[in-house]
Structure formats: structure tokens, C-alpha cells
């Protein structure tokens, strides 16, 4: 997999490390079977952060790993790891054969403030964009109040304020903020 953002380099096939990062030493790639059982404890970790944006029954949720042994399967689950341990993943579902919906992004907040969110969203992107899809949707928690600036520094954009945020793909879709 071939990267186009400043913050990420090719170390491997399947892998991509950070760097240019306030903290060294994470990693990004596609998800393997053994780092599946890690997943929800994450998005539970995660979820402690939209407390009072979010019901409390969503904050309980957590994906099955069947859920998750599909799109790794299927390489739409990517991981990002400190050496060896899942610290975070984003997960993409198809909404149709040629719509991906960007599902879920967690990052575990002991490892929050670091890009590795940021990187999480643009490897899915890149992915969205290499695979020649048009668009890249996804929901999110609109009252809380990083999350529409995050995903519109990322590129995305809120069409007539309904839930759903889109990315348009292409060869200039991923490009840094400006300055």
C-alpha cells in the first residue's frame, strides 16, 4: 500500500509506521486475527470520551468479532498498534458495492492526542480513493464539539446538515490543511 500523506511511510506490505508524531513507535496496518479480541476494549475505552453526547446505551456497545473477522478479512479494518498492542482501528463497511461507510474510528484515549486518529482516517481515505470508490461516507456525534471540525479538517463535508458526512475521492481528495 502506497501513502500519500506527509505523516505516514511504507515499512512494510501491509503495515505503515508514523512518524513526524509527538510519540514514536506506533504502527498502522491492515488487522490481524490475533489483535481482533483487543478491538472492543478500545471502543469501550473510547467511548468513556462522548459521555453525555452520545446515549448511554451506544457508549455500552461494542462490534462482535465476527464483525471485525469479516472486514479484516475483507481489508476494511486497519489497526494501529504501539509495538505489538492495539491502540486503535477504523472500521469500514459497505453500504453497497460501491459505497464504503467509514463505521467506526477508535483510538484509546491513553494514546489520544498523538495523530494517530488523523492517521487512522487517511489510510481508510487512501484506501477509498486507491479502490476507485467516488465517495467515503460516515456518521458521527455532531453535538459533540471536535468531531464535525475533525472530519472537515479531513476533508470531509456536511451536505445540508443531515447525519451522514462524505469524502470525496480522487487523486487530489487527500491534501494537508491549509496554513
Not at 89 to 117: C, N, Q, T
Amino acid at each position: 500500500m502506497e501513502t500519500k500523506s506527509a505523516e505516514t511511510r511504507q515499512s512494510s506490505p501491509d503495515s505503515i509506521e508514523l512518524r513526524d508524531l509527538a510519540t514514536r513507535g506506533y504502527s498502522i496496518g491492515a488487522a490481524q486475527a490475533e489483535q481482533i479480541p483487543a478491538l472492543p476494549a478500545i471502543e469501550l475505552a473510547a467511548a468513556r470520551l462522548l459521555r453525555g453526547y452520545a446515549p448511554e446505551s451506544v457508549l455500552a456497545e461494542t462490534t462482535d468479532e465476527r464483525t471485525f473477522a469479516d472486514a479484516a478479512r475483507d481489508g476494511r479494518l486497519w489497526v494501529v498498534s504501539a509495538g505489538n498492542t492495539p491502540v486503535g482501528f477504523a472500521l469500514v463497511k459497505m453500504l453497497a458495492h460501491d459505497l464504503p461507510h467509514l463505521e467506526e474510528i477508535d483510538v484509546d484515549p491513553s494514546h489520544g492526542r498523538r495523530g494517530l486518529g488523523t492517521a487512522l482516517v487517511k489510510s481508510v481515505c487512501e484506501w477509498a480513493t486507491d479502490s476507485g470508490y467516488a465517495v467515503l461516507t460516515l456518521t458521527t456525534f455532531r453535538t459533540a464539539p471536535w468531531n464535525l471540525p475533525f472530519y472537515a479538517r479531513m476533508g470531509f463535508v456536511e451536505p445540508h446538515r443531515r447525519a451522514v458526512m462524505g469524502y470525496r475521492c480522487g487523486p487530489t481528495a487527500i491534501r494537508e490543511p491549509r496554513r
